[in-house]
């Protein structure tokens, strides 16, 4: 079943400890990015990748990294995580430009206390 | 930029009733991507269509229909009959056009604010 999967689904820390949210794909896409998602803003995107080990900045990249190891593979790196950047994250890749649609996983809840 | 705007915050109607979630949108880009998203209160994203900037044939599916209008840049969403498991926050979203080695692709969606519907029974 085609898929993107996330994990932790749901992550509740502290200021100040580093964590990284997992996201891998089995559709073999080139695309693949990070948004959050606020009330009142709607999903903003974070990072994203064209492919393997080129990555570039989204609309709000600030405390966030990203790395492109593998095609399937494009963890969520927040090394000093703070309040603000408590939300809802969202993962999707997307494959050539004859297949227009995005797919998202399922999202994770992250609470930063 | 691009931009897209979804002026509803929030909608309330009553079980079978019409409803009409609004969306307007801003590009430069001569070809571009709109899309539709349903998000459940399970949170996840479900995608409910995608039409092409070259392409304004309005489109029906069951109860919903899709109404592109490029004259002024709008791509509103209808719910005849709503029901109650459509209650749900809709998102219009814009994909721009991104250049990489092999060509041209299609990669950032810009969102909405978001429309949260509530239909009563």
């Known amino acids: 079943e085609a898929q993107v999967t996330q994990n932790p689904r749901y992550l509740i820390t502290v200021t100040g400890k580093k964590l990284t949210v997992t996201c891998s794909q089995n559709?073999?896409?080139?695309?693949m990015s990070w948004y959050r998602q606020d009330p009142g803003l709607g999903l903003r995107q974070i990072y994203y990748?064209?492919?393997?080990?080129?990555?570039d900045k989204g609309d709000v990249p600030e405390g966030y990294k990203v790395s492109r190891k593998e095609k399937r593979n494009f963890p969520l790196i927040l090394e000093s995580p703070s309040p603000n950047q408590t939300s809802l994250y969202f993962c999707?890749?997307?494959?050539?430009?004859?297949?227009?649609?995005?797919?998202f996983g399922p999202g994770t809840r992250l609470t930063v206390t | 930029a691009q931009k897209v705007t979804q002026a509803q915050t929030e909608i309330s109607v009553v079980e079978k009733e019409d409803v009409t979630l609004d969306c307007v949108y801003e590009t430069r880009d001569t070809t571009y991507y709109l899309f539709w998203y349903k998000q459940p209160p399970s949170g996840e994203l479900v995608f409910l269509i995608r039409?092409?900037?070259?392409?304004?044939q309005n489109e029906i599916s069951g109860r919903y229909s899709w109404n592109f209008q490029k004259s002024t840049s709008s791509f509103n969403f209808t719910i005849t009959a709503s029901q109650v498991v459509d209650s749900a926050v809709y998102f219009c979203a814009l994909s721009e056009a991104m250049a990489n080695a092999g060509g041209t692709s299609y990669g950032k969606l810009t969102f909405g604010q978001g429309t949260i519907l509530t239909v009563h029974p």
């Open positions: 039409r092409n900037s070259f392409d304004e």
């Open positions: 999707a890749s997307q494959g050539r430009a004859s297949q227009r649609e995005q797919y």
């Open positions: 559709m073999n896409h080139e695309y």
């Open positions: 990748s064209m492919n393997v080990e080129v990555t």
